[in-house]
């Protein structure tokens, strides 16, 4: 199993630096989320690095040349220390792996339990803190929202819900 390193990208760089280093025999890995954003009033569901600013590397050889990867454009230096490239544990990037489709996106799916606190993270509720009610037999998950004082239930996949944070308040929408 080849080992993993990780390289800071430049601001904005992504596709120059992961096009750059693949050019040069390097592997790539970089997981992708799914994130909702308001375009033009209307909400839309963007790709982002799960990691911003970073990316995954490992080279097929035992003897990788390091030094060409401070000095690919993209590339803002290789995470080291003492000199040296700092190896990511290996299960880190095979959970990581695992945790991708095949498109490099990261299927989140988390088991919620009635009273969790959750986050809507994608569609026109995006942003939104509830509070889990109940799973259906059909993997939807019913949350109660606070709409002007009155709790609504809603029906959401689970994909669709992150954990909140514990200072989130129900019904607020945090941006």
């Keep these: 199993m080849p080992s993993w390193f ?3 990208l430049k601001p904005n760089a992504d596709q120059i630096a992961k096009r ?3 050019r040069q025999n390097f592997q790539t890995f970089q997981p992708l989320e799914r994130k909702a954003r308001v375009r033009g009033g209307q909400f839309a569901s963007t790709l982002r690095p799960f990691f911003p600013g970073y990316l995954f590397l490992s080279y097929p050889e035992p003897i990788a040349p390091w030094s060409l990867v401070n000095s690919t454009y993209g590339v803002a230096r290789l995470v080291s220390f003492g000199g040296k490239p700092a190896p990511v544990p290996s299960q880190i990037i095979a959970g990581l792996q695992a945790a991708c489709g095949a498109d490099g996106v ?3 799916d988390h088991e919620f339990q009635a009273g969790t606190k959750v986050a809507i993270a ?3 509720l995006a942003s ?3 509070e889990v009610e109940r799973l259906t037999p ?4 019913l949350v109660l929202l606070d709409f002007m004082g009155k709790q609504t239930r809603v029906a959401l996949p ?3 819900l992150r954990p909140a944070d514990i200072t989130a308040q129900p ?4 941006r």
Excluded: T, Y
């Excluded at 059909?138 to 998950?141: E, G, N, P």
């Excluded at 019904?171 to 945090?174: H, I, Q, S, Y």
């Design 128 to 130: 939104f803190v509830g």
């Design 171 to 174: 019904g607020m929408v945090r």
């Design 106 to 108: 990261l299927i989140i």
């Design 158 to 160: 689970a994909s669709n």
């Design 122 to 124: 994608h569609g026109p």
């Design 6 to 8: 990780l390289a800071q």
């Design 20 to 22: 750059n280093l693949e």
């Design 138 to 141: 059909d993997r939807r998950v």
